[in-house]
């Protein structure tokens, strides 16, 4: 138990130490931040708990054609995707529905991708 108070005070240190100043936040724009768990599954079923991660996989976000954001997940199939700032450009194809999560596989890339932004 001591050693979860422990990392639990380390993590919030760290995370005080890392937020803006007062004069700083002003200026940032919020950031998109997108997390999952990738499930390895052949069939239809993406029921985390009932089937196995699928570790390191290669996972973007596209909004239209354009690739917006891009991680690798860990070895339990956990990623997180910063997408940056948000701006009206970033926030319309996402509030209309134009954005999806793609993992990356051999057999994957039905369009021509454009680079990151």
Not at 12 to 38: M, N, T, W
Not at 68 to 85: I, L, Q
């Amino acid at each position: 138990m001591a050693a979860n108070s422990l990392l639990l005070a380390a993590l919030l240190l760290v995370v005080v130490s890392l937020a803006p100043r007062s004069a700083e936040a002003d200026k940032q724009l919020p950031l998109a931040l997108v997390a999952g768990v990738v499930p390895c599954s052949a069939g239809s079923s993406i029921n985390v708990a009932a089937v196995p991660p699928f570790p390191n996989a290669v996972v973007h976000m596209v909004c239209g054609s354009r690739v917006v954001a891009g991680a690798k997940a860990d070895e339990r199939g956990a990623f997180t995707m910063n997408m940056g700032a948000v701006t009206s450009s970033l926030l319309a194809p996402l509030l209309g529905n134009q954005c999806k999560v793609v993992v990356l596989t051999s057999s994957w890339l039905p369009y021509k991708l454009q680079s990151y932004v």
